[in-house]
């Protein structure tokens, strides 16, 4: 019955605007790095463009390969925190704001079948999002012809972004626990955005390795130098998905599904 | 119609308590195979929560429900294997055609391809097949959610309102269609209405909820022979006058708009 639930977990998106929009929107993120990197490479073109340069000589960044390819590992850890967030409201909270759960809630089927088959969709969804966005990213910065730009160099970039962009997934569940506890797109984004403000913040302090917030910045080096996390934080990570899956799958199994 | 002895549905003592607010209050109900059960209220009066609790939707705080002999329980949904719904307002998914709608419907009840086509013809939905269902008009969007209740041919139908947004011409084909169900294929319908002129033209058995509880219960020639009673001293000729003009006008219109109804039953 799982084949089924998720065929037609995948047949609903057909004709959505939304899955173009996510990859959209993280497309630019490249685009808007690429064009960083022009600045500070040829600052006085810039300048004659209009283009102003010195937030781009602020950030500390150097117009070479791999501060490009290092940026990358943020692009797509941040859109792991922010727009995957919005990828699963919209999966799971689709159904209240549509009002179709009370249509899925009482069909035959076992609802964790649904929870599971919708954070699969999301993974896909991601997983494509991902790929053709490192592709693109890829591209441009051959384009780009940056001083120190290899293959190991961008091998290594795309592995430490799979790497962001997986262990981001791991906080998804979570999100879609708020989104079904919360029937809508609002607690989920809200959540997401607080999420990730307070885990900047505790970013700076020791608690960082165990506040799961915390743990993804910490490792693309969104706060200092990229870390090697210890095993512990894999674990709450680990935990906090284990804890998103049951917590949603209970959520629609007990709690009173009224729109 | 062949009326069973055994229940499609019964609740016992069934509850549901919403803080202070008591919106279901110790119902009682025995809905027999093969028959329609109209459960008339007010609007408020618990029918959309009882409809919730029959579907599993909601937990009662107190009491059971069985559904075709199932004890329905939270997040058990086995019971709705031969159950076919709709529940307050017709949605659907407003990206997909209504083609894709039924589909997603028809793999998620395990039913044969060729459902699909047929119960769109049963509800005329055919011309609208590759619309959108966002794009559908109300009384469309009704037929949709019906159709996605019939697709998987039922034994028993649990509809909330089911004449929302139909026009009169619309009212009559689904009550005509509901009554060929039960006559033909034993099917048994349990149906909510604010209406009583919807349920009295078509119900075996009348229920009235108010305040979430069973205030009255019975056959529906015993509620119009009441009703009549009640009628004759309670309302004044021109009143009643103004009931038959009403019947008459909308006999009158489905007549000049071709409705199935022409000179037969409005």
Known sequence: ?259 | MTVGMVSAISTHALTKRYHDVLAVDSLDLDVRQGEIYGFLGRNGAGKTTTIRMLLGLIRPTNGEVKVLGRRVSSGETDAFRRVGYLVETATAYPNLTVRENLEIQRRLTRTNPAAIDSTMALLRLEPYAEKRAGQLSLGNKQRLALARALLHSPELLVLDEPANALDPAGIVEIRELLRALVDESGVTVFMSSHILAEVAHLADRIGIVHEGRLIEESSREELAAKARAFAADAYTPEEREQALLTADLERYFLARTGGPAEGGEA
């Not at chain 1, 089924?4 to 173009?20: A, G, H, M, Y």
């Not at chain 1, 990213?137 to 780009?144: D, F, K, P, R, T």
């Open chain 1, 1 to 259: 019955m799982f084949g089924q639930v998720l065929i037609t977990e995948f047949l609903k998106l057909r004709r959505s605007k939304v899955p173009w929009g996510t990859l959209g929107g993280l497309s630019l993120a490249p685009l808007g790095l690429a064009l960083f990197m022009w600045i500070l490479r040829e600052p006085g073109r810039a300048a004659q463009l209009g283009l102003v340069g010195a937030k781009a000589n602020l950030s500390g960044l150097e117009a070479t390969g791999p501060a490009y390819l290092s940026t990358l590992t943020i692009v797509f850890g941040v859109g792991g925190m922010l727009l995957l967030p919005f990828i699963v409201a919209y999966i799971f909270g689709r159904e209240y704001v549509e009002a179709t759960a009370k249509n899925m809630l009482a069909l035959p089927i076992d609802r964790r079948w649904f929870v599971i088959a919708k954070l699969v969709v999301a993974a896909a969804w991601w997983l494509v999002l991902v790929v053709v966005v490192l592709a693109e990213s890829l591209v441009i910065g051959m384009l780009l012809g940056l001083p120190g730009f290899s293959a190991g160099v961008a091998l290594g970039a795309v592995g430490g972004s799979m790497r962001a962009a997986a262990i981001s997934y791991l906080l998804a569940p979570v999100v879609a626990w708020v989104t079904v506890a919360g029937r809508g797109y609002m607690g989920p984004i809200a959540f997401a955005l607080a999420g990730m403000a307070v885990g900047n913040l505790l970013g700076k302090t020791g608690w960082a390795e165990w506040f799961p917030w915390s743990i993804v910045p910490l490792m693309i080096g969104m706060v200092g130098q990229p870390q090697t996390l210890p095993t512990g934080s894999y674990v709450v990570l680990a935990a906090m998905f284990v804890v998103g899956v049951v917590a949603t799958i209970a959520q629609l199994r007990f709690a009173d599904n009224a729109q």
